[in-house]
Every structure is written in structure tokens, then in C-alpha cells.
């Protein structure tokens, strides 16, 4: 199958992904500054998530780059991919809502964390689909920052419990490893 739908699919469900997180910033009757005050959580849980799944977003589009074509096993595990960053606009609205307390901040780290394994699971699909001698094998093949990335959050998630705070600046962590793009994906594809 041709990877084209899932790419457009895709593309269209992080796209509504990112429209519902901005729903959920309520505009303020009031015409004053101060009326945005009570909007801080919401506004840094919504600048979080659109981050994260803007890393995610980028880095669906450059592993796609590298494959020539979808089968079944990829399809479902993108969707599972998908599923997870679906519950982002929940968990954000929660964590923002409560100010970041505990639960909130601690069942958002259990998507984050269930996201990176489900992206991890749909890069090995690709890699079995295309062969361990394929272009996403040579360079996504050892995934050292994934794994390390999904310990983090692994240990995030209990301590969110002893410190909300301490978890939120794991979470953020994470995004700023990733927010500086694979730059191994684009040098092979330019071979």
C-alpha cells in the first residue's frame, strides 16, 4: 500500500489534536490583563502539548520520508500512535485546569509515556515491513533516545506524587531533547 492516506490521516488527526487544545482556552469576558491571570496553567499545559505533539508531528513526517510504502501492521500501530496523542487535549485541559496537581500531572505523563512506546512501536513496524537493511533500520534501528526518554517519563510518573513540579520539568526535558530534529534521517535520504 502507499503510504500517502496514512501520511494525509495522519496529518489530519494531529491537526484536530492541536484544534481541540486550543478550544479549550476559554476567552475572558473581561477586557482587563488581570483576566488572564487564571488562565496561566491552562496557557503553559497548552504550550507543553502543542510542543510535544509538534515533535511528534515532525518526527512521524521524517520517518515516513524514509519508507516506500504502509502494510496492516503499520496502519494499526499508527493508530495506536494516533490513539495516544489523542488523549493529549484531555490530559492537557486536566493538568491545566487543576494547576497541575498530582493526578493530572501524573496520568499526563502516563500519555506521554504510552505515546513514546506506541512511536516506538511503529518505527519497528516500519523497520520489519522494509528489512533490517532499509534506511529507517540503519538510522532508528538503536533508539538510545527513545529508551532513555521513556525511562524518564517512567520515572516521572511516581514522582508526581512526591513533587508535581520535579515531574513537569522531567516532561519538559524530554521535549527539549527532542526538540533539536534527527538530523541522520535527512543526511540518508540526501545519499
Not at 32 to 46: D, Q, R, V
Not at 90 to 103: D, L, R, Y
Not at 105 to 111: K, Q, S, T
Request: charged share 15%; hydrophobic share 60%; proline share 4%.
Amino acid at each position: 500500500m502507499h503510504k500517502g492516506r496514512l501520511e494525509a490521516f495522519s496529518d489530519g488527526v494531529i491537526a484536530i489534536i492541536i484544534t481541540i487544545m486550543i478550544l479549550e482556552l476559554k476567552i475572558p469576558e473581561e477586557g482587563e490583563l488581570a483576566a488572564l491571570i487564571p488562565l496561566i496553567p491552562k496557557f503553559l499545559s497548552y504550550v507543553f502539548s502543542f510542543v510535544f505533539i509538534g515533535i511528534y508531528w515532525n518526527n512521524h513526517h521524517h520517518v515516513l520520508q524514509a519508507v516506500k510504502q504502509v502494510n496492516g501492521a503499520i496502519l494499526w500501530a499508527n493508530l495506536n500512535l494516533l490513539f495516544w496523542l489523542s488523549m493529549v487535549p484531555f490530559v492537557t485541559g486536566w493538568m491545566g485546569e487543576n494547576n497541575f496537581s498530582t493526578i493530572p500531572v501524573a496520568v499526563y505523563g502516563v500519555v506521554l509515556l504510552l505515546s513514546g512506546l506506541s512511536f516506538f512501536i511503529l518505527v519497528r513496524a516500519l523497520i520489519a515491513h522494509h528489512g533490517a537493511d532499509s534506511v529507517i533500520a540503519r538510522v532508528l534501528g538503536e533508539d538510545k533516545k527513545g529508551m532513555f526518554a521513556s525511562l524518564i517519563y517512567a520515572v516521572a510518573i511516581p514522582l508526581a506524587f512526591v513533587s508535581a513540579w520535579i515531574a513537569v520539568a522531567m516532561y519538559v526535558a524530554v521535549s527539549i531533547m527532542y526538540l533539536v530534529p534527527d538530523k541522520r534521517l535527512e543526511k540518508k535520504l540526501a545519499e
